[in-house]
């Protein structure tokens, strides 16, 4: 599988991370058939906490494949920590300047060579008031459109009990319950081929936001609220490809 192809600063993070991550979570891991075990896939997941990201790649690490996630570039920046997230393959984020586009280019990269490249489409963790997924940003549908790869949506809870970031406590007790349920890709078909227009990447965006909710809406019980939006209006994507997104695709996917 792909994961056993690693190299040593990657083993290197497996073994720094995952020990701690076994003692800390009760883990409720679903889905991992739609997964492909080779080959470019987009995973599109919901930003709950932090705390999530470590979460989540156990999650990948497990199914069978190296996750490689875009991140801040100023987690980057940090001594040694940021070298080792080179080495492991993650991609910088150049948010809100001209090199920002740099890292989608280098995900679309990352896609056609193989790689399982993890995007919160949200770009930052929800602002929801109950963590619900909010209104996503359009680079996991650029992503889509550029490489043709399968978005496999992944809902995450339980990370919030980690690191709330309402409360901003943390919580380190043993076997704290964590959920992460992989769906069916996502049906995109209606815009291959297209061309990434506003609409078309909005439309697109909405489709993976949509998935994403119901499927927590799954793992959490009872029925999901419209997709809340950022700006205050909480607009239900089941029909609201003609409302606006944010425009600025760069910044998507960052942690």
């Given amino acids: 599988m792909a994961r056993r192809r690693l190299g040593f600063w990657s083993r290197f993070a497996v073994c720094l991370v995952k020990p701690p991550l076994i003692a800390l979570t009760k883990r409720d891991w679903r889905g991992w058939e739609h997964i492909p075990a080779d080959g470019g896939v987009i995973l599109a997941v919901n930003h709950v906490s932090h705390a999530d990201p470590f979460t989540t ?3 990948v690490y497990d199914s069978g494949r190296w996750p490689q996630f875009l991140g801040k570039e100023s987690v ?6 940021g070298k080792i997230l080179y080495w492991c393959r993650q991609i910088p984020v150049h948010r809100g300047t001209a090199d920002a586009v740099k890292a989608l280019d ?4 990352a896609v056609r060579a193989g790689g399982a490249i993890v995007i919160y489409p949200e770009g930052t963790t929800t602002k929801e008031p109950d963590l619900w997924p909010m209104r996503g940003k359009t680079g996991v549908a650029r992503l889509a459109l550029a490489t043709g790869a399968p978005v496999i949506p992944i809902a995450t809870w339980g990370p919030e009990k980690i690191f709330d970031p309402r409360t901003k406590k943390i919580r380190l007790m043993p076997k704290i319950p964590v959920s992460l349920w992989a769906g069916p890709p996502v049906d995109l078909s209606k815009w291959a081929g297209a061309e990434p227009s506003a609409t078309v990447l909005n ?7 949509i998935r994403l909710r119901d499927l927590l809406a799954e793992i959490r019980g009872g029925q999901a609220p419209p997709i809340w939006s950022p700006t205050g209006s909480a607009a239900d994507s089941d029909a609201a490809a003609a409302q606006p997104a944010a425009p600025d695709a760069t910044k998507d996917g960052a942690r």
């Fill in 203 to 209: 439309e697109m965006t909405d489709a993976v936001m």
């Fill in 76 to 81: 980057f920046r940090i001594p040694l920590a």
């Fill in 57 to 59: 790649a156990h999650y």
């Fill in 106 to 109: 280098a995900a679309v990269a």
